[in-house]
C-alpha cells in the first residue's frame, strides 16, 4: 500500500496579543497623598479638600474684614458697653439705646464666626496639609491670634474699655488681618509639596529610562 502523502500544513505563528495598557488616571494638581508617618496608610487629599481650603481662607479673609469694621462701627457710636455680659450680650445697659447692645452684638458674632472659621481651617491643615509648611504655621499663628483677639475684646469690656487694651485690641486684630491674606494668598498660588513616597511610582510599574 502507499502511504498517504502527508501534506505539511505551514506552522502556526501564535499571536501575541499586547497587554492592555490602563491609562494612568489624570491627576490634578491638588490630589495628593499625604504620608502620616512611617506604617501609616495615607490619607487622600483630594480636589474637594482644597476647594474646601480655599473657601476658608477667603472667608477668614473677609470674616476678617468684617470683625475689623464692625469694631469700628462700634467705637463709632459707642457701643463697646451696650451689653451686660463680656461674652453674651445679656440684657441691654442701656434700655433707652438698644440699638448699642445690637450693635455690639454683631460684632461679637461676626467674632464668633470667624473663630469658628479659623478653627475649622485648623483641623483641615492639621489633618490633611500638615506638611505644607506655610500654609500649616499661619493657620496656627492665625489661630492663636484670632483667641488672643477675642481674649482682648472680653478684658476691654470687663475694664470698661481701657485705652491701652482697646488700642491693643485693634492691633491684634489688624494683625489678624494681614496672616489671613498672606495665608489666602500663599493657598491660591502655591501647591502642598509632594512628598518622596507620593513621587515613587507604584509596585509594578516599570520605570522609565
Known sequence: MLAAARVDEPPRVARRVPPRHRAAPVLLQHDRLEVEGEGRPRRPVGVRAVRLLRALAVASVLGAWAVIVLGGYVSQTESG????EPISCGTPTNPLNPGA????SAHRAAAWIEGLVVLAMLILVWRGYRSWGAVRNLTTFAFGLVVLQATLGIV?????????VVTAHLG?????????VLNAAIIYRGAPPT???ESAPPSGTPHSG
Do not use: M, R
Open 81 to 84: 458697653l451696650g451689653c451686660s
Open 172 to 180: 491684634v486684630a489688624t494683625g489678624f488681618l494681614a496672616v489671613t
Open 195 to 197: 512628598s518622596a513616597a
Open 101 to 104: 447692645a445690637v450693635i455690639e
Open 156 to 164: 476691654a469690656v470687663a475694664t470698661a474699655l481701657n485705652p491701652l
